[in-house]
C-alpha cells in the first residue's frame, strides 16, 4: 500500500509548474478539530481529502451501531467514493480522531481542470487504483486472517495506533467486539 501511495506522491512532485498551480488553484488546507465530521450520512461527498496530519475515520451506522470502515492516516486519501464519483448522497461519515490538517480537493473544480490537463486524469485514476488496491487487501485479511492476525498486522502497519485511536474503534475496524479486543490484547 505504502509503495501506491509513494507512486502517487512521486507523480504530484513531478507534474509540470502549470498542472500543480492548477492543484493548488482547485485545493485548500483545511484545519480539522477532533470530532469534527468532514462528511455526514446522506450528504454528498464534495471533497477527496489528502491527509497531511492527524487521524480520521470513515464509518457507517446500522441499526444504531457503529461500523467503522477505514482508519486513515497521514499521506492517506479521505473520500466517499460512491457518493464522490457518482455525486449522490452517500452512507458514510468521515470523521476526525484527533485534530487534523487535510488538502481538500473540490469535485467540480477538478472534474473541470481534467478535461483540460490529462495529467489529472491520470492522477485520478492512481487515485482511484489506490482505493481498489486498499479494498482488495481489507477484503482478503478479513476472509483469510483470524482477529488475532489482524490486530497484529494493524499494529505493525500502524505502531502508534494505540496511541491516537480509541479501542472502540479500532475493535470496531477489526469486526470484532471490544471485548474480544481486549482479550486478544492480553494474550499478546
Known sequence: MKEHLH???LFV???DNEVLSVVQ???TTKHVKKGEYLLRHDEVCRHSYWIEQGVLRKFYVHEGKEHT???LFENDIAV?????SLQKPGREYIQAITEAVVSQTDFA???TAKKV???LMELDLLMTEYHAVWLEKRLYEFHTLD???RYKLLLQEHPHILHTVPLTYIASYLGISLETLSRIRAKI
Do not use: W
Open 13 to 15: 512532485k513531478n507534474l
Open 80 to 84: 466517499s467514493l460512491a457518493s464522490y
Open 117 to 119: 490537463y490529462p495529467q
Open 69 to 71: 470502515t477505514e482508519l
Open 7 to 9: 507512486k502517487i506522491s
Open 25 to 27: 488553484t482547485i485545493s
Open 147 to 149: 482477529a488475532t492476525q
Open 109 to 111: 473544480s477538478f472534474q
